[in-house]
């Protein structure tokens, strides 16, 4: 297949890329560079693939590298964790829907005038931010509260003009929802507001990256957001990126919505004792509380059912495995100073 990904360069958007060129598919990114600036990868000069600088928003450009291509992966957006949500309210909600109305858009398009037989939609775990029964089904999202934050409305939005394409225009599609990916290239953003936790700032704005960069910089005791009781389930790019591909080469799953997931639950404390222990091994953890922020979930718990079953998915990196990766990488990115 001939695949548009947009958001390639991007922290989901790399893993896929390689993905997908590692299973024989041909790949054009779009990218602006505007969450880390400009990056290079490692296979920026594989014969099949073709990295377009660029804006999503941008309606003739997309048309342009989208109308003789099979699937279209909407995966760019202004994206970030807990501190972002609140630096970026209005962006977020704002930027993210003229995006999304733009690929669609685009879309529809091309599943007229081209090629296409289907759209790929990146949402996210937050359209359950306010979920009260665990673990979060496919359709909790229309039984459970809307979210709080814009971030998560506007995910959830994102899913209704996808259905809205499909009842009004038929456009095929497959919404995936990741769950906390975990991995290497998350730099800080470009945007972000500086933030103090203690004396050192977050670098990054999710957890993992954050916890394991104050550690690797000498905080002790290690602050954490809140008691460390909130649940999530840590998910490794490479998994996640395998379980968008192989959504895309299945026919079963047009016109479907996935969780992608690791079937693991971690609390946060659990996570700051392992980043520790890795980090100062044979000392006891010391840790201690900041207040968290007013959209840190408590929960979040999926249900990976439905992707084991039509997909054959299942997440199996350990947590151990992801953080060896990440501690090694942000180390070597302290030493460069791009952290």
């Not at 999304?100 to 296409?116: F, Q, S």
């Not at 359950?128 to 959830?156: H, I, M, V």
């Not at 957890?207 to 957001?225: A, E, M, S, T, Y």
């Not at 998994?239 to 079937?263: H, K, Q, Y």
Request: glycine share 8%; with cysteine.
């Amino acid at each position: 297949m001939k695949i548009l990904v947009t958001g390639a360069a991007g922290f989901i958007g790399g893993y896929l890329v390689q993905e997908l060129l590692d299973h024989g598919h041909t790949v054009v990114g779009i990218d602006n560079f505007s969450k880390y600036g400009r990056s290079t990868k490692s296979y920026d000069r594989h014969p099949r693939y073709t990295f377009v600088e660029g804006d999503a928003k941008d309606a003739d450009l997309l048309w342009k590298h989208a109308r003789d291509c099979d699937q279209i992966v909407a995966g760019a957006a202004k994206i970030g964790g807990i501190s972002y949500f609140h630096t970026f309210a209005y962006d977020l909600i704002a930027e993210n829907e003229r995006i999304v109305a733009t690929t669609l858009d685009t879309a529809i398009r091309a599943r007229r005038e081209g090629r296409l037989e289907r759209v790929v939609v990146l949402s996210s775990s937050m359209v359950f931010e306010n979920a009260t029964s665990f673990p979060s089904r496919e359709g909790d999202q229309f039984r459970c509260p809307p979210p709080s934050s814009t971030y998560g409305f506007q995910k959830l939005a994102c899913e209704y003009f996808v259905k809205g394409a499909w009842e009004q225009y038929k456009l095929p599609y497959t919404i995936l929802r990741p769950f906390n990916c975990v991995g290497v290239g998350e730099k800080r953003a470009l945007a972000d507001e500086e933030i103090l936790s203690g004396n050192i700032r977050l670098a990054m704005s999710h957890v993992v990256p954050d916890l394991v960069q104050k550690l690797l910089r000498g905080q002790d005791p290690l602050r954490i957001l809140g008691n460390g009781s909130q649940i999530r389930h840590y998910t490794y790019g490479g998994d996640l990126a395998r379980g968008i591909r192989m959504a895309m080469e299945s026919p079963a799953a047009v016109g479907e919505d996935f969780n992608l997931s690791s079937a693991a639950s971690t609390t946060v404390r659990e996570l700051a004792e392992l980043i520790w222990r890795k980090i100062h091994p044979g000392e006891e953890p010391r840790i201690i509380q900041d207040p968290p922020f007013p959209y840190d979930v408590q929960k979040r718990i999926p249900d990976g059912t439905k992707a084991q079953e039509v997909l054959g998915f299942e997440a199996k990196t350990p947590l151990g495995v992801m953080l060896d990766e990440v501690i090694d990488w942000i180390r070597e990115q302290i030493r460069l100073g791009s952290i």
